[in-house]
């Protein structure tokens, strides 16, 4: 019987096996030319979460690159061009650079063209997999060039230190919210219409987070019978099956206590701010929107810091590598508690605990500590 299997990497790498027997794997090739590419600052990943390999690609005065690699077993692998010259906080996160899904199997050549100012854009060819994502491509190109020029925007308002309420940025942020609704509506729509896709299941996926969950139960249930029995969507069933915290984490109820560890290695128990109004900002170095909303969140904290407000980082990273999280941290400037949900999270799971279902999530705790306000996404409503 054949056997499909597909690994998901939320953040950069996934593999989908579909063999019938293991074997010693097979060597491809990626080739082409990224126009405008900076020297050194082009990468290539393999690998999920703790196993995840990235290698530089060379490229030369032209941007253009060659490289080999082998995948284990007979696979289609997917693996991730990336751009880390570009640290944009709406395309992957500032941590991550920008970044090019390709698809490979069998041996197969694929090539790859496309320029620097439009990266997440450039085209893959070589295999059917590849034509199937440059549709989807296709489709939310115009968006995706909007979204960088809006990021550029508000990166250089945040390098002038303008106010993060003022009307240039909350004109950029509104841009970038419809923009983004925008590209979660195109994304509903290919899912619904190529539901055997195999890039498909990873933008469902992508936007699992970002839709309600009957809007996600709906377009599980309009996925292929052979990819909906993949192991990749178990992760996207636990999201539809986990209601065990469910209504726990709800305004009005006391707020589930729990220790953890900060950046420094200092124990953090949330029962120790009693008497003080606390809030946890659920993000990650990887999600752009949470990154957005921290310049909001400086300003309320200088503000109210002196009244009593303590803020709780709790940052889901998908893997347990510090090292993307505290550059983020540094980069952002928090001056807040930082703690990593991956960290321990096998004793200690605070995004489940607290049923996040997507970033940023704010929740505000009052000085009894009951939950008074939980907030997902961004714009002002979620830093005021």
């Known amino acids: 019987m054949r056997r499909l299997l597909f690994i998901l990497s939320y953040v950069l790498v996934t593999h989908i096996a579909c063999s019938q027997k293991k074997d010693a794997g097979y060597t491809y090739t ?3 030319k990224i126009e405008g590419i900076p020297t050194g600052k082009l990468f290539y990943s393999t690998g999920e979460g703790d196993d995840m390999k990235v290698k530089p690609v060379q490229t030369d005065a032209n941007g253009a690159f060659e490289f080999r690699d082998t995948a284990k077993g007979n696979v289609l692998e997917v693996g991730a061009l990336m751009d880390l010259s570009q640290d944009t906080y709406f395309n992957g996160g500032a941590s991550m650079g920008v970044r ?3 698809f490979v199997m069998n041996g197969d050549v694929i090539n ?7 990266f997440e854009a450039a085209q893959a060819s070589g295999n059917k997999y590849n034509e199937q994502a440059m549709e989807y491509t296709a489709k939310v190109k115009d968006i995706l060039m909007k979204l960088r020029a809006s990021s550029d925007a508000i990166q250089k308002m945040m390098l002038a230190q303008e106010a993060a309420d003022s009307p240039n940025m909350k004109r950029e942020e509104n841009e970038t919210e419809k923009l983004n609704t925008q590209k979660r509506d195109i994304t509903i729509q290919f899912i619904e219409q190529h539901p055997d896709y195999p890039i498909s ?13 009957d809007e996600l139960k709906h377009l599980y249930g ?6 909906k029995s993949l192991p990749i969507v178990k992760d996207i069933e636990k999201q539809i099956n986990d209601t065990q915290y469910e209504g726990l984490t709800e305004a009005g109820l006391v707020a589930p206590d729990f220790v953890k560890k900060d950046m420094d290695g200092k124990t953090i128990r949330l029962s120790d701010y009693k008497g003080k ?40 990273e998908r893997t347990k590598n510090k090292t993307a999280w505290l550059k ?18 096998e004793k200690s799971d605070i995004v489940t605990v607290y049923n996040i279902k997507g970033f940023p999530t704010k929740i505000l705790i009052d000085k009894e500590g009951k939950i008074i306000w939980r907030f997902t996404g961004t714009g002002m409503a979620a830093s005021t």
């Open 222 to 227: 309009k996925l292929d019978g052979n990819i």
């Open 112 to 118: 790859v063209s496309g320029t620097r100012k439009e």
């Open 201 to 213: 299941v990873y933008l469902l996926s992508d936007i699992s987070v970002s839709v309600d969950m």
């Open 328 to 345: 983020a941290i540094k980069e952002d400037g928090l001056p807040w508690i930082q703690i990593m949900n991956d960290e321990g999270k």
């Open 277 to 316: 109004y606390v809030l946890l900002d659920f993000w990650g170095s990887w999600c752009g929107p949470c990154r957005a909303s921290h310049p909001h969140l400086k300003e309320m904290y200088e503000q109210y810091k002196q009244d009593g407000l303590v803020i709780i980082g709790v940052a889901e």
């Open 100 to 102: 090019l899904r390709l």
């Open 30 to 32: 990626v080739k082409g």
